[in-house]
């Protein structure tokens, strides 16, 4: 190919690529990442936890009335991470079986294909996919991930008997992060 050629081919990809950028723009750019969450709830460590309660898939759960530690994920089925992070969730359940209630809550109004809306079902198959045998809960107001989400799934909270937040945090958490938080919770 000669120079000319060279040159108009360049100058055609240039126009090519602005007006994608310029697509791009006008569609309102980046979207939301699977991992991010729509809210941001006022529940700190060090505070009182936020009362609540909540049907699970195995029975009901009520803050109120526990006196063990709890141990609280707010989740979405559609997230990767809260996918992922079931089967430590899972491990440290059969480790404090019967001495820390574990409960998982939806939080996102979206369902595991990320496009429906969320449903009772759509926990049930959250479950069933990732193997979860701790408890979880369908919250369709998302009054709960108002009060404890931070930001992002999962997010995980600890709980101590004495209803004070005594671990917060959000994203895929390493087992050994998790068991410290719990051990510090039951020595509360």
Known sequence: MNRRTWILITLAVIVVGALLAWRYAVNGGVKQSASQAPVAG???????APEFSAATDKGFFDLAKTRKPVFLEVFATWCP????????????????????????????????????????????????????????????SLQIAREYLQGAFPTLVVIAPDKKITYITTGETPYGELDAAIRSALAH
């Open 42 to 48: 006022s529940a700190a460590k060090g505070q009182t």
């Open 81 to 140: 991470h809260c996918q992922r992070e079931t089967a430590i969730i899972d491990r440290l359940y059969r480790q404090y079986a019967g001495r820390v209630d574990f409960i998982g809550v939806s939080g996102s109004d979206r369902a595991m294909d990320g496009q429906s809306p969320t449903s009772e079902q759509d926990v049930l198959n959250f479950a069933a996919v990732t193997h979860a045998q701790y408890p979880l809960a369908y919250d369709g």
